[in-house]
């Protein structure tokens, strides 16, 4: 073999060497990133579907849970409550949740799974711009929302208005009712946030 042929060789050899280090050091630098994240992280921050339990829930209490960084509410409505949305259609705007797509299982009088209709599920962000309403579940003056107060939520943000079903009052900032998120229930008291009942993950 000439000198020339070996210098070849070498320099082959020299360069698949470095290129070798580079994928090593490339390695090292993103895995203590992806390593700095545990599973359940990981899974979360790609918007992973959220297992809730509902059994100790107490009825007329608001739960909220996280799910694709927002919040979603979960509340056991009481009879009070039940009676109080067919008692708001006459102030609310969209009182068959027709102007915005929800998903078909909410386009009901409660806005929720026929086989468990107390139980209120919805993203807890204003449809307005983005404020989180308060909930004002007390009727009358105690929430000191006026004398007629049928209990739901209020937006301190810009006013708007929404009843224990969601729904949007006439005549407030908030465009549509409070969305309705993907849920299916994994038994009586396990709901699982972010999968439709017949669908797989949404
Ligand atoms: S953000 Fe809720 S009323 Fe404006």
Redesign the pocket.
């Known amino acids: 073999m000439s000198d020339q042929n070996i210098d070849k060789g070498r320099r082959r050899m020299l360069t698949l060497a470095t290129s070798a280090v580079a994928a090593v050091g490339a390695g090292f630098a993103i895995t203590p990133f992806v390593l700095s994240m545990t599973p359940s992280a990981r899974a979360k921050a790609a918007g992973a579907p959220v297992e809730v339990d509902i059994s100790k829930l107490d009825k007329g209490v608001l739960l909220t849970v996280e799910w694709r960084g927002k919040p979603v509410w979960i509340v056991k409505r009481t009879p009070e409550m039940m009676a109080s949305i067919a008692k708001s259609n006459d102030f609310v705007s969209d009182p068959n949740s027709e102007v915005v797509m929800q998903p078909a299982y909410a386009q009901n009088l409660e806005r929720a799974q026929a086989s468990r209709p107390e139980i209120s599920v919805m993203v807890g962000i204003?449809t307005?711009?983005?404020?989180s309403?308060l909930e004002k579940f007390a009727v009358g003056p105690a929430s000191d929302m006026g004398d007629d107060w049928l209990g739901g939520y209020f937006?301190p943000?810009?006013?708007?208005k929404f009843d224990m079903a969601g729904r949007v009052y006439k005549n407030?900032?908030?465009p549509t009712n409070l969305e309705i998120p993907p849920f299916k229930y994994l038994s009586e008291s396990q709901i699982l946030v972010g999968v439709d009942p017949e669908e797989g993950a949404a």
Not at 128 to 131: E, R, V, W
């Open positions: 204003c307005h711009l983005g404020c309403p937006c943000c810009h006013g708007s407030v900032p908030a």
